[in-house]
């Protein structure tokens, strides 16, 4: 056991240095996805000569912990600080109106799923606007969706805090330089006039330059343009094994 442990944390240890070496080589390839892609190519050659149980709770501790520690130091205090409204309501309002809404609302349209169950389906809610945005329906400029598929998910940036409305864009020169002037003190309406008719420069005209490509972070998982109604059908399927799963711990 002991040395299936050590062959085991060497193995990952050199995956963690071999992607942080690839993700060098290739930088438009998001970091947890190549780590993912080195995790399946190790469980594939080595999994059957290495065997080791870890206990769920004993990974939170080890892995989960120490990273969202990690995070949690090197964020920016001060910033953190000055967003703490919208950072609440949306850590912790937000979620509770979305569990209870949707927790009763489910309940009371599929009465067969207990109560605790809804709510705990509603607390995991999401937003598919993004998903949307790269459908083959949808009717955006091809320059937008090709935007949104090279996208890492670190390539998202929020702009609009200053005057009490963020909106998380795409990385490129509009966005940084709106940031940079809300940074230097620029009003609501200085800001306005710069980005006057980017919306229908990115949606309307490919200008993925100037134009404001809204987007969230999960542009990163993205990697193709599909139909609506196969992106939907996976958010069915997997509502449904939710569900399930749900109905077993409840």
């Known amino acids: 056991m002991l040395v299936e442990a050590l062959t085991l944390g060497l193995l990952l240890l050199a995956a963690v240095l071999a992607s942080s070496l690839i993700d060098q080589i290739i930088p438009r390839v998001s970091l947890p996805l190549i780590q993912i892609a080195i995790g399946l190519l190790i469980a594939v050659v080595a999994g059957g000569d290495v065997e080791v149980t870890l206990d769920p709770e004993l990974f939170l501790v080890m892995f989960i912990a120490p990273l969202l520690y990690d995070e949690a130091k090197h964020a920016d205090k001060q910033a953190l600080w000055r967003e703490r409204k919208p950072v609440l309501s949306l850590a912790i309002g937000l979620v509770v109106a979305t569990t209870l809404v949707i927790g009763f609302l489910l309940n009371a ?142």
């Open 109 to 250: 349209f599929v009465p067969s799923i207990p109560l605790a169950a809804a709510f705990a389906l509603g607390a995991c809610g999401i937003q598919v606007g993004t998903c949307l945005l790269a459908s083959e329906e949808c009717p955006i400029h091809e320059n937008y969706k090709a935007a949104l598929l090279k996208a890492k998910d670190s390539d998202t940036i929020v702009t609009g805090r200053s005057v009490g409305a963020p909106v998380r864009v795409l990385k490129n020169r509009m966005s940084r330089e709106y940031v940079r002037q809300e940074k230097a003190g620029a009003d609501k309406m200085e800001l306005e006039k710069y980005t006057l008719g980017s919306l229908r420069r990115a949606v309307f005209e490919g200008d993925t330059t100037t134009g404001s490509l809204m987007a969230g972070q999960v542009a990163g998982m993205l990697h193709e343009v599909r139909p609506v109604a196969d992106i939907l059908n996976d958010l069915w399927e997997s509502g449904r094994q939710r569900i399930a799963a749900l109905n077993e711990l409840c």
